[in-house]
């Protein structure tokens, strides 16, 4: 079974990315919300992978966030619902907002994720609604399971003081110098994100 990959992201399409470790191309398939905030490619890149083994095929997913993994895990646990519809759950909201929606039972919000009818939202609150306080989808949960590699670190931190997790991905990926400690990047960020 493989729960993590760390290698250099050789390519990136789409939903799918190429990581290369040790000179061997893991293919996965990645929600939109870990595809934007991925570094270019050549870049080094950590992910936490779902391993899925069927009759005929083997696939890795990769999430940047152990929360994305988590929820992707969970809401395949809802009859009628597939490793695609997770996907597309994971790369239509983020976690805590899934989460606000069951809790809320916001049916309506959760129709207009793409592969969510009204008969599926109905069938992830009513399976869901009591298990999503215990699956860890909160920031400060995000923030404890992110990859602790420095610029991840201030990515994370970035998101928590505000910016949206694209913006807080540029003002890393502009500002990150080799040998920078997440403190460094979080400061040279900052200043960047006050000009």
């Known amino acids: 079974m493989i729960g993590r990959l760390r290698g250099i992201l050789a390519s990136k399409q789409p939903p799918w990315l190429v990581i290369d470790v040790g000179g061997v191309g ?4 990645a929600p939109m919300s870990t595809v934007f905030d991925l570094p270019e490619t050549g870049r080094e890149v950590a ?32 009859s009628g619902i597939g490793a ?8 239509g909201v983020s976690t805590d907002e899934f989460a606000r929606l069951v ?4 049916i309506a919000a959760l129709t207009r994720i793409p592969g969510i009818g009204k008969k599926t939202a109905e069938r992830i609150v009513v399976e869901l609604r009591d298990r999503v306080d215990g699956m ?7 923030a404890a399971n992110t990859p ?3 610029q991840s ?26 040998g920078d400690g997440a403190e460094a990047i979080i ?4 200043k960047a994100a006050l000009r």
């Open 47 to 78: 992910l936490y992978v779902h391993y899925a083994a069927k009759e005929d095929t083997v696939s890795l997913y990769g999430f940047l966030r152990e929360t994305e993994r988590v929820l992707f895990r969970t809401i395949q646990k809802v």
């Open 103 to 106: 809790q809320a039972g916001d």
């Open 26 to 29: 893991y293919e996965v398939e």
């Open 187 to 190: 400061r040279k960020a900052l």
């Open 136 to 142: 860890g989808l909160t920031s400060s949960a995000a």
């Open 153 to 178: 670190e201030a990515a994370s931190a970035l998101q928590q003081l505000g910016y949206k997790p694209v913006e807080a991905a540029r003002l890393v990926k502009e500002t990150y110098a080799s």
């Open 84 to 91: 695609k519809t997770a996907l597309a759950v994971l790369s």
């Open 148 to 150: 602790k590699d420095p």
